[in-house]
């Protein structure tokens, strides 16, 4: 599976030539980021969370319910997607735990996202919980 890491901004401009889905984070307090609309796109996901590792005080963290969607989500376009694409406002650290997380689990390796990116950790957790990996192993820093 292709994976694609990308901001609020850049989302609304790139239309894959693949068939693709897009799993799509914002802020709680700001609006639905746009995405640009495509014959191609086959799904869209909007989840509202914070980019927080853990819970801290009413800032609303991403938790299992967000990342049992996502693999939810997933699942359900597999048979008919050729690459996810993932979002948030920067196209830093959400997008790119949820696309670790799902790299893991459909290519077998997640090392180019924490290489090039600084993915959520905590987001990244619940995804491998929500996949049954109960033994979650984080690459070294």
Known sequence: MQFLVLSRARVARVRPNVPYIVISITD??????????????????RLKFYDLDERDGDWLAPDQDHADRIVG???????????????????????????????????????EFFRRYIPNRRIYRLIRRSLGDDAVMLPRD
Do not use: K, Y
Request: proline share 5%; glycine share 8%.
């Open 73 to 111: 989500f997933v699942r359900e376009h597999l048979s008919h997607t050729d690459l996810i694409v993932t979002q948030c406002e920067a196209g830093i650290s959400r997008s790119s735990g949820i696309a670790a997380a799902l790299s893991r689990w459909l290519n077998g390796d997640d090392e």
């Open 28 to 45: 709680p307090d700001t609006p639905d980021a746009e995405v640009a609309e495509s014959p191609l796109r086959m799904g869209l996901l």
